[in-house]
């Protein structure tokens, strides 16, 4: 058995005072030792017990933050997802991240932060009138750089709150991308601190009004969750072909619990820390879409209305639903049988994808066809 170090030193002073000392003055030092030994047992308790004082839950996460941050609005930027703007940066402190079609066979990806401190954010790219569901899915500030003719007219019509690249002065080039030969429109950056001074400029609030989109598990509740279900399908590997050129894959690591993304086999890092992007929870959102017919392969697709999907956690994947009621109610997650679905605590990805088109979840052995 092994003993707190205080609670040994102790030990081993009473007994050199044991062997000194006439058998009258034994007795003396006992009620000091009770106490200094229920002293060291309290230290030893106090040490493993949270309290999470000052802390409260994230409504993006689920995870115990500062009760800051918990008030804080977040920010939404939409990132440049095309593998000639890769490696991207400041990524890996979003909270949440969508995938979702642009136009052809490109994503953009939509970024939700919280509370970010990176000094780089970006490439930041265009807006569709679609990506601004994602901004009022969460409350949050929609921050792009240009856009279509479509998201120019729905950000004032629905009343979203943005910073636009074109305009406002929380952007700047990276000044070794924009001099490279095709690479001018993939070099718009902006930083942590001037999101908030942007923001603070135009008046908008910055603190968090709306009610959260996500419910999570409850520490306590970790053993019950979904997961765990026995109409749980395998879910390590998981494969979403958007387009010929456009393969995400998420890999199960048993060991930290967490899904590591790719694109097509290359893993997808944030190039201001060198780390693989990872998450605990993947959800599946099918959307059904459709090409505009324009010049440019502009994409649509129906985000207000429902449909199916699934969620992908912990090794494992269920079949869910989905629902959004007008542009401004944040989508509601269900289970097939209409239960409120409940996340894993931790960052989640958001893959909006066509109705309809085929995807993998499984086993790499599977997806391979070894098994």
């Known amino acids: 058995m092994k003993y707190p170090k205080k609670l040994a030193l102790l030990l081993c002073g009473v007994l050199l005072l044991c062997g000194c000392q006439s058998p009258a003055a034994k007795t003396e030092p ?11 047992q309290g230290e030893e308790n106090a040490e493993t017990v949270e309290t999470h004082i000052g802390e409260a839950i994230s409504p993006l996460t689920g995870l115990w933050v500062d009760q800051e941050t918990v008030q804080k609005r977040p920010f939404a930027v939409v990132i440049n997802n ?36 990176a000094e780089k954010i970006g490439p930041v790219r265009s807006a569709r009138d679609y990506f601004t569901y994602f901004a009022l899915d969460h409350d949050a500030i929609f921050v792009h750089h240009g856009g279509s003719e479509g998201a120019y007219a729905a950000i004032p019509r629905r009343g979203v709150e943005a910073l636009d690249g074109m305009t406002d002065r929380a952007f700047w080039r990276d000044e070794a991308r924009a001099s490279e030969p095709g690479m001018y429109e993939h070099s718009s950056y902006t930083d942590a601190e001037g999101l908030v001074a942007s923001a603070q400029r135009r008046g908008y609030d910055l603190e968090m009004t709306k009610a959260p989109m996500f419910s999570f598990w409850m520490e306590n509740e970790k053993e019950a969750g ?17 387009s010929y050129d456009q393969i995400s894959q998420f890999t199960y690591d048993e060991q930290t619990g967490l899904y590591f993304r790719a694109q097509s086999d290359e893993p997808q890092v944030d190039d201001q820390t060198g780390e693989q992007l990872s998450f605990t929870n993947v959800l599946i959102q099918q959307v059904e879409t459709w090409n505009t017919g324009d010049a440019l392969g502009h994409r649509d697709m129906n985000l207000v209305g429902s449909g199916s999907g699934i969620y992908i956690t912990q090794g494992k994947a269920v079949s869910i639903r989905w629902e ?13 049988d209409g239960t409120k ?29 070894n098994v």
């Open 30 to 40: 006992t009620q000091e030792i009770e106490e200094n030994v229920e002293e060291a």
């Open 82 to 117: 095309l593998h000639k703007a890769l490696p991207q940066s400041g990524i890996g402190q979003a909270d949440v991240m969508y995938e979702v079609l642009a136009e052809g066979e490109i994503t953009r990806l939509v970024a939700i932060f919280q509370d970010p401190d």
């Open 226 to 242: 979904v997961w765990l279900s026995a109409k749980a399908q395998e879910a390590t590997y998981v494969e979403l072909p958007y």
């Open 324 to 336: 959004k009621t007008a542009y401004d109610a944040p989508t509601q997650w269900m289970e097939e």
């Open 341 to 369: 679905l409940l996340l894993q605590p931790g960052k989640t990805f958001l893959c909006v994808y066509p109705a309809g088109q085929d995807f993998f979840v499984g086993t790499r052995e599977e997806a391979n066809g």
